[in-house]
């Protein structure tokens, strides 16, 4: 974490403890919520903020599952179902885990574009993401500010929390009711909940667990820039430098090549051959042909329990992923054939600006250094999600 962040983190807390200070002089015997971030959780859970009130947060990202959509819907959670029960969007739910950490969207020294939220980081922190999905019409499906307002104005025990926290007037406007409510979301996903740092990684970091042959073989080709090309991409330490608070990605954004995902966009009605722009769609790039294709380098905390991966959710297998990076470095025929098609791998969706020199770095892999990698990325699992773990 980098001091910012850290400091951001902790000014949250402290916004927090101070609201709570208020209530306990004010609203304490009549306030069941004791800080933003609990508002935040109550709003987090509550359907009531879907056009029919079938749909929260907590619907598409489960706390259970690492906060990702593992609702099993014929998508095979490779993409979410909205509200009106039919819909379906075109991009893969990430773990909301540590998304608190991503940085807002800016450009770093050299003018790339960094940070923001979803895989195109056209939210740039998580209070403009929280209100992106109660005003979608695939997802949470509400007509417009007014009406979320209107819907939190329905319980009296949110007024009240609603106006310690945000002032006596904050329910007279609906667009301040709103943005009270994304601050109070985004005050939860700002929780340790979200950002534990206790997976089995962490505790051999600590020195509390001995990591087994296999784990310690894919620590090493994963940390090697010799053998693969992971970490350039997905750091290995964390933005203030420490190794301790990594999660796994610069937050910049790459096209890797990854294809289509045509059982999606039979379910989405999406054109077959539709092209997501990634990066380029954001409307603050404003169609950049140079950002065509580039999606942002996810976090790879708790990525062993929220598959399927990738933006649209094409690859089932975390072994998949491995092996799909791999046919950039082997020669062999059999590293060209994706397993779980059978099939060559399918052209990239988008075949400009793909980062081959940095995708072509280092051999080919054999199976064990393979299965490797996989055994080192489930290492990254937070501990309450370890027995979701596939043996
Ligand atoms: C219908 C399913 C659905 C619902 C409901 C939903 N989300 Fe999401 N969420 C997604 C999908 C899909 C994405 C990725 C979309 C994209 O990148 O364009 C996403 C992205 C995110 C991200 C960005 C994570 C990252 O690393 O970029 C966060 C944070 C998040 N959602 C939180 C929320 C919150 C808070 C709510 C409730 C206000 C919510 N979501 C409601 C499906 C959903
Ligand atoms: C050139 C930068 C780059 C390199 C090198 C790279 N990645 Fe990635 N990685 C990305 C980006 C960008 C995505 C998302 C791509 C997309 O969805 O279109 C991604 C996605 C992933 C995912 C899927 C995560 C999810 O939640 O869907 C995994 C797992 C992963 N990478 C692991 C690795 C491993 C292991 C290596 C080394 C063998 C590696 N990556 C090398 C940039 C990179």
Request: aromatic share 10%; proline share 6%; charged share 25%.
């Amino acid at each position: 974490m980098t001091g910012i962040y850290r400091a951001l983190l902790l000014a949250g807390v402290a916004a927090g403890m101070l609201a709570a200070a208020r209530v306990t002089v004010g609203l304490a015997d009549t306030n069941p919520y004791a800080t933003p971030a609990k508002l935040g959780e109550a709003l987090f859970h509550d359907p009531n903020l879907s056009k029919n009130r079938t749909q929260s947060c907590a619907t598409c990202h489960m706390p259970a599952r690492a906060f990702s959509d593992r609702n099993d819907t014929h998508s095979g959670n490779a993409v979410s179902l909205g509200d009106d029960g039919r819909s379906f969007g075109d991009r893969n739910a990430p773990s909301a885990t540590y998304a608190a950490l991503t940085p807002p969207f800016h450009r770093d020294g050299d003018g790339a574009w960094v940070g923001g939220q979803f895989w195109d980081g056209r939210a740039s922190t998580l209070e403009d993401q929280a209100g992106g999905p109660p005003l979608n019409p695939v997802e949470m499906g509400m007509a417009d500010e007014k009406a979320v307002a209107a819907r939190i104005a329905e319980r009296a025990d949110y007024i009240k929390a609603f106006k310690a926290f945000y002032g006596r007037d904050v329910m007279a406007d609906p667009a301040k009711t709103f943005a009270a409510a994304t601050s109070a979301i985004a005050s939860f996903e700002r929780t340790p909940a979200f950002s534990p740092f206790d997976s089995r990684y962490d505790r051999y970091l600590r020195g509390e667990v001995k990591f087994t042959d296999q784990e310690e073989l894919g620590r090493t080709l994963f940390f090697s820039k010799q053998f693969t090309n992971c970490s350039l991409c997905h750091d290995v330490k964390a933005r203030d430098g420490r190794i301790e608070g990594a999660t796994f990605t610069s937050y910049k954004y790459f096209n890797i090549g990854v294809p289509r995902n045509p059982d999606a966009r039979k379910l989405n009605g999406a054109k077959p051959d539709d092209l997501d722009l990634g990066l380029a769609a954001n409307p603050h790039v404003g169609g950049d042909p140079r950002e065509r294709g580039k999606f942002k380098t996810p976090s790879l905390r708790n990525v062993a329990v929220s598959a399927p991966y990738m933006h649209n959710g094409v690859f089932n297998d975390l072994k998949t992923v491995i092996l799909f990076y791999n046919k950039y470095n082997s020669k062999k025929k059999s590293r060209q054939i994706n397993p779980e098609t059978g099939q060559r791998w399918a052209a990239p969706e988008v075949a400009d600006n793909i980062d081959l020199e940095k995708l072509e770095t280092g051999p080919g892999l054999d199976d064990q250094r393979i299965d490797a990698l996989v055994a080192f990325l489930r290492t990254l699992t937070d501990r309450r999600f370890e027995p979701l773990l596939e043996k």
